[in-house]
């Protein structure tokens, strides 16, 4: 018998099949899971944070709200202590919870003297310094945010320094920076530029930059990715990625060879691996969706 996820095998179990865990989101993104099992996701244009958990899952009630209104987040992360972060469109502020999602606090809500735009995804390095992506999506579509003007001149990845709260701009040549991902090292950090979402000539492509310390050099065209976008990457642990699109989960060697496809049957937001279980959760337009595999995530 043939692998299901030929150029996979390797990374995918051959008896491994694609789960649907729950439906009912409007637009699913963001996934993060939690040290109890738990998996929260965001659903943005429906202002809520969803989580789902397996021994409270059940076909009637799949997924229960763990935050309405949540101010449109989007992208989700934990960090080493489990501390969790997202980033809100709706208060265009990166924010923290200290108690597994339950209560949030605003970490960082302007870049000099002027507000950030709608940060967008999150990442968190070892060493504590939390980088995210600040397009305008939140700004510009009434179903994602509450609109507002954009005060900064660009769209931006930024560092916030977890000791001094300095928030410094690090990658300033993408037109709609978007999903964030370290290589296992943390010596490469890779970008999404999804600005063909709103522009026929814009860009549908992931960047890798190198990084020493927190001094970014110049980018490079690691991927481009079709059809559909590279909204949200990740990681695993021997430095491939997996990255979202509209046709399935698209995987990479770490020279940027597409090594093969996970078929998904809608489009994909954003994803992100289990670091208690061997498993690649799926948040795809209306649905969570669960994949075993091989690999653990390099990161959150």
């Known amino acids: 018998m043939s692998h299901p996820f030929p150029g996979l095998e390797h990374l995918i179990p051959a008896d491994a099949t694609l789960q649907k865990l729950a439906g009912g989101a409007t637009w699913g ?12 996701w965001s659903d943005i244009p429906g202002n809520r944070v969803l989580r789902w958990h397996p021994q409270d899952s059940t076909p009637d009630a799949p997924f229960s709200v763990a935050v309405q209104p949540s101010h449109f987040h989007n992208g989700h992360t ?49 060493d504590g310094g939390v980088w995210f992506s600040d397009p305008p999506y939140g700004l510009i579509q009434p179903h994602e945010g509450y609109g507002g003007e954009q005060e900064q001149e660009g769209c931006w990845v930024y560092r916030l320094d977890p000791d001094t709260g ?31 979402s709103h522009d026929p000539a814009g860009h549908h492509h992931i960047h890798a930059y190198p990084v020493s310390g927190n001094d970014v050099g110049e980018g490079r065209v690691f991927a481009v990715v079709d059809p559909g976008l590279p909204d949200g990457i990740r990681i695993d642990a021997h ?39 061997p498993y690649l959760y799926i948040a795809a337009s209306s649905s969570l969706y669960r994949l075993p595999v091989s690999v653990r995530g390099a990161r959150f």
């Open 166 to 196: 300095a928030v410094e701009a690090k990658v300033c040549d993408l037109l709609r920076p978007n999903g964030l991902a370290f290589s296992p090292d943390e010596t490469t950090l890779y970008v999404t530029d999804t600005s063909k």
């Open 239 to 277: 430095g491939h990625l997996w990255s979202s699109s509209g046709g399935g989960v698209q995987v990479f060697a770490p020279d940027g060879t597409r090594l093969g496809v996970v078929d998904v049957p809608e489009v994909i937001g954003n994803l992100t691996f289990s670091h208690l279980e």
């Open 78 to 126: 934990r960090d080493d202590a489990g501390r969790l972060y997202a980033c809100s469109h709706g208060e265009r502020a990166v924010l923290r919870s200290d108690d597994a999602g339950h209560s949030w606090h605003s970490i960082a809500t302007h870049h000099g003297d002027k507000r950030l735009n709608s940060p967008n995804d999150i990442i968190v390095a070892r």
């Open 29 to 40: 993104e963001g996934p993060v899971c939690l040290e109890d099992g738990a998996v929260l």
